[in-house]
């Protein structure tokens, strides 16, 4: 449990930093490692993030509607609708 939440805060304190490679790693690593983790969501939330600032527009659809589908009526759900919604206007 405290190494899902250290990789999210580490990929956290990066994309702040705007070192979007560096904290892609470390939220690939919560999704692919931690998958019972209540930070997953949130790190595909910022993967898809991610994917929008360096212009893979495709990968941000894409884990947007992953959080959609698997965490339907989370915190993390809302906000991946929102960038959809922002991705298609």
């Not at 892609?24 to 997953?40: I, M």
């Amino acid at each position: 449990m405290y190494a899902a939440n250290a990789n999210y805060w580490l990929g956290q304190l990066l994309f702040n930093k705007s070192e979007f490679a560096e904290a892609k790693q470390a939220f690939n690593t919560v999704v692919a490692r931690f998958s019972d983790s209540n930070k997953r969501g949130d790190s595909l939330v910022k993967l898809g993030m991610i994917a929008e600032k360096t212009g893979d527009k495709a990968g941000a659809l894409q884990y947007y509607q992953q959080v959609v589908k698997d965490y339907a009526n989370s915190a993390a759900a809302r906000i991946a609708q929102q960038q959809l919604a922002a991705l298609k206007a």
